[in-house]
């Protein structure tokens, strides 16, 4: 059974940094894209990184790259998101998910990230 756990968010002020964690476990994810996504209230869901272990790709979309960094450490099966210079906007629930063909069919509980100004 995939299972995908975030870990890592809370309330911080505007300007902080804040480090979130997914660990996963039921099988090797080696050859799969790890991503993470946010959704704020009233907003559809949004790509923000992923990366793909075995080949040590990264991917960012362009409102976080530069303040945000995806990375992994295969023998823990965890995959981070460090989040930098905080703003407000970034408040949202922050979801890690994982997949290996085309759609991402696995997905976290997700974790609450609330910045403060």
């Known amino acids: 059974q995939v299972q995908l756990v975030e870990s890592g968010g809370g309330l911080v002020q505007a300007g902080d940094s804040l480090r979130l964690s997914c660990a996963a476990s039921?099988?090797?994810?080696?050859?799969?894209?790890m991503a993470w996504f946010r959704q704020a209230p009233g907003k559809e869901r949004e790509f923000l990184a992923a990366?793909?272990?075995?080949?040590?790709?990264?991917y960012y979309a362009e409102s976080v790259k530069g303040r945000f960094t995806i990375s992994g450490d295969n023998a823990k099966n965890t995959v981070y998101l460090l989040m930098n210079s905080l703003k407000p906007e970034d408040t949202a629930v922050y979801y890690c998910?994982?997949?290996?063909?085309?759609?991402?069919?696995?997905w976290g509980q997700g974790t609450q990230v609330t910045v403060s100004s």
């Open positions: 998910a994982a997949r290996k063909d085309v759609d991402y069919n696995y």
């Open positions: 039921g099988r090797t994810f080696s050859d799969y894209y």
């Open positions: 990366t793909k272990w075995s080949a040590g790709h990264t």
